[in-house]
């Protein structure tokens, strides 16, 4: 026996096993981030939508309109996922860091977003974070460790070099 | 360079030409598009194709009409308009350009 949800895909009415509304859901909000909520993005949607009813509608037996995996899996591969149209678009647009630029991100602290030594500062622009989160932690850390963290501070402070010339992307 | 990503590139170059060859003539629908395109192997996935089709429909080299179906929802089918079939014509010169541009180059192992 399984549960089944009653979903409506461009006015029409299906009954989708619960497994399969899961795929089906996961794989349209993918479509949906992919394309943006502007209008051309919402309308190449809908199209697309339709076309995943039609195809319901051409595999579904008799007059039933009840959706199983197996069918929303169809459908996917029909259609393609996100990654299929990178593959066939934009592939060169997509941003990969060389090996390069890899190995110089080095951690390092940062004099100019010092509160205490700089240490929050340059971890936050090593994560890619906001400090203040760090310091929030690090405080938090100090009081629940009593002292561990501070002292991980001091090590932190002694170890990491400062920054000479900091990188574009701390303001 | 990985050769499958020059192969993608090149197609992605002439698809909006094909999607223009397929139509000149004749309205279609999306589905009917893909069926010729996927006989060519210029696509693999029809989620490609719709992008496409509302991006020249934006440009205005491509106008639609519903049409309704038996089996489901509405169909888009859509068709060149004038400026459509002027820019495929300058595409078709662009292309016999290249191809003979091509050809030459190989022939004459330059």
Known sequence: ?171 | MKIENAKAQMRKGVLEYCILLVLDGKPLYASDIIQGLKEAKMIVVEGTLYPLLTRLKNTGFLAYRWEESTQGPPRKYYELTDSGRKFLGELEESWSELVEAVAKVRNNNI
């Open chain 1, 1 to 171: 026996m399984k549960k089944t949800f009653t979903i409506n895909i461009s006015g029409t009415v299906f009954h989708i096993e619960e497994d399969a509304y899961e795929v089906l859901q996961k794989y349209l909000i993918n479509l949906k981030n992919h394309f943006g909520s502007s209008e051309e993005g919402k309308e190449i949607l809908t199209d697309i939508e339709a076309r995943i009813a039609e195809i319901f509608i051409e595999k579904a037996a008799n007059d039933q309109r009840v959706v199983s995996i197996e069918m929303v899996n169809v459908a996917i591969e029909i259609m393609g996922t996100p990654e299929d149209f990178v593959d066939d678009e934009e592939k060169e647009e997509v941003y990969q860091p060389t090996e390069e630029a890899k190995r110089k991100r080095r951690l390092y602290r940062d004099p100019d977003h010092r509160v205490i030594g700089g240490v929050c500062g340059g971890l936050g622009a090593y994560f890619n974070m906001d400090p203040v989160i760090l310091r929030i932690i690090f405080v938090v850390l100090l009081f629940a460790t009593s002292g561990a963290g501070f002292l991980a501070y001091i090590i932190l402070w002694i170890a990491v070099p400062k920054a000479k010339i900091l990188h574009s992307g701390s303001k």
